[in-house]
T-cell receptor, first 111, second 112 residues
Framework: GQQLNQSPQSMFIQEGEDVSMNCTSSSIFNTWLWYKQDPGEGPVLLIALYKAGELTSNGRLTAQFGITRKDSFLNISASIPSDVGIYFCAGQKGGSEKLVFGKGTKLTVNP | NAGVTQTPKFQVLKTGQSMTLQCAQDMNHNSMYWYRQDPGMGLRLIYYSASEGTTDKGEVPNGYNVSRLNKREFSLRLESAAPSQTSVYFC???????????FGPGTRLLVL
């Protein structure tokens, strides 16, 4: 099946640091989504991106839809302990019922 | 408005036993999905239903069946559980025309 390459797989950072993660694909997507999964919970949508080049913020989170439509980036500024969790990117092609998910980036924040 | 609910939260089965995982949504969404999540594998689609009365296979359908009972409910059945089906199962729903899928809290299944 289709794959999204999400990196890094895991990150260990100190509270207050900024974080960057990204997803790349060999094919074009019309929509990029970023989800966060807290331990023991289901994924929750953070940011949705609908247009190439779009830059969208949600508090300390900023995500960008790559110009080529084959990649997306998520940045977290001034991390705090509650940012701990797994972050997933997901892409959707136009007209498709399905999302393609990356394998996730596991974030650990040390106080 | 509870969103997406799943039952049970936890289940332990012996190899060969059967069980049905239940999912319901109260958002009047047309599309519903079943995923499994394994360490290092991300979320993999098992089956989905674009509308009431229709179901389609996803990436990993073998060993599973689904039923879209009505618009609200979408169940996942394991007829003869195998240890390889030990996983966390998530149900999700989506409103037609929007890309965002909303996830339930998950069912943690252990097959011995």
């Amino acid at each position: 099946g289709q794959q999204l390459n999400q990196s890094p797989q895991s990150m260990f950072i100190q509270e207050g640091e900024d974080v960057s993660m990204n997803c790349t694909s060999s094919s074009i997507f019309n929509t990029w989504l970023w989800y966060k999964q807290d331990p023991g919970e289901g994924p929750v949508l953070l940011i949705a991106l609908y247009k190439a080049g779009e830059l969208t913020s949600n508090g300390r989170l900023t995500a960008q839809f790559g110009i080529t439509r084959k990649d997306s980036f998520l940045n977290i500024s001034a991390s705090i302990p509650s940012d701990v969790g797994i972050y997933f990117c997901a892409g959707q092609k136009g007209g498709s019922e399905k999302l393609v998910f990356g394998k996730g980036t596991k974030l650990t924040v040390n106080p | 408005n509870a969103g997406v609910t799943q039952t049970p939260k936890f289940q332990v089965l012996k190899t060969g036993q059967s069980m049905t995982l239940q999912c319901a949504q109260d958002m009047n969404h047309n599309s519903m999905y079943w995923y499994r999540q394994d360490p290092g594998m991300g979320l993999r689609l098992i089956y989905y239903s674009a509308s009431e009365g229709t179901t389609d296979k996803g990436e990993v359908p073998n060993g599973y069946n689904v039923s879209r009972l009505n618009k609200r409910e979408f169940s996942l059945r394991l007829e003869s559980a195998a240890p390889s089906q030990t996983s966390v199962y998530f149900c999700a729903s989506r409103k037609t025309g929007l890309e965002t899928q909303y996830f339930g809290p998950g069912t943690r299944l252990l097959v011995l």
